[in-house]
C-alpha cells in the first residue's frame, strides 16, 4: 500500500467488488485504488476461491468464482449464478447485439436507447394477444430484471432513456453472439411452438 493510501482502502475496495460491478466512471476514487492495490486484491479473494476480472480499457471490474483445479476440493460459490427468464435473457440478448452494432459504427462510446426503442426490440418475440398497455407492461418489468443485473441503467433525470452498460460484452461473449440466430429461434419457438412450422 503506498503512502497515500488511507488505511482501509483496501477493505473499501473489497466491499465495493463484493456488492457487485465496480465502475471507473462512478467511483473513480475507489477505482483508482484498485488499480493501486490490484495485486493485493487479487490475493486477498483468491483465498475465497474468486478472481478479479478486469477491464481497464472499458472501465469496469468484477467478482467471478474461479474454477479449480482437477484434485482441487470444489468451493462453496460465493458469488452465486441466477436463473434468468426467457425473455429476460432475450432482452440481454438483443441488447448484446446492438452493443456490437454501435461499436461496429465507431463514434460515441455510450449506447442510449428510448424506452421506445427497446419496447420495439421486444415486440416481435412477445407472446401475440396482450394488449399494448399490457405488452409494454411486461417488457418493463423484463427491462427492471436487466437493470437489477446491472446490464442497463436509467438515465438520471430521464427515466426514458436507457444506457447499455459496455459491461454486457463481458458477459455475452462473441462466441455466444455467433449464435444469436439460433438463440432466437429458439426463443421464438418457445413463445410460440407453431413458430417452427413458418419457418
Known amino acids: 500500500m503506498t503512502d497515500t493510501e488511507p488505511n482501509n482502502a483496501l477493505s473499501l475496495v473489497l466491499i465495493n467488488l463484493l456488492k457487485g460491478v465496480l465502475y471507473q466512471e462512478q467511483d473513480p476514487k475507489t477505482w483508482q485504488q484498485l488499480m493501486n492495490l490490484q495485486a493485493q486484491v487479487r490475493d486477498y479473494v483468491s483465498v475465497l476461491g474468486l478472481e478479479l476480472m478486469l477491464d481497464e480499457a472499458e472501465g469496469f471490474a468484477w467478482l467471478r468464482t474461479r474454477s479449480t483445479d482437477e484434485g ?9 449464478r441466477r436463473q434468468l427468464s426467457y425473455p429476460v435473457s432475450l432482452l440481454i440478448a ?4 446492438k452493443l456490437a452494432e454501435f461499436d461496429a459504427g465507431g463514434g460515441d462510446t455510450r449506447l442510449i436507447l428510448s424506452r421506445d426503442d427497446i419496447v420495439e426490440l ?13 405488452l409494454v407492461d411486461q417488457i418493463d418489468a423484463h427491462l427492471n430484471k436487466v437493470i437489477d443485473l446491472g446490464f442497463a441503467r436509467r438515465l438520471r433525470g430521464q427515466e426514458q432513456m436507457i444506457e447499455v452498460r459496455r459491461i454486457l460484452k ?7 453472439l455467433e449464435d444469436f440466430d ?16 413458418t419457418h
Open 122 to 134: 421486444m415486440r416481435t418475440f412477445m407472446p401475440p394477444g396482450s394488449t399494448e398497455t399490457r
Open 94 to 97: 438483443l441488447l448484446r447485439r
Open 72 to 80: 482441487d476440493t470444489e468451493l462453496s460459490r460465493l458469488v452465486g
Open 182 to 197: 439460433q438463440r432466437l429461434q429458439a426463443y421464438q419457438q418457445h413463445i410460440s411452438p407453431d413458430a417452427e412450422e
Open 170 to 176: 463481458a458477459f455475452v461473449d462473441a462466441q455466444w
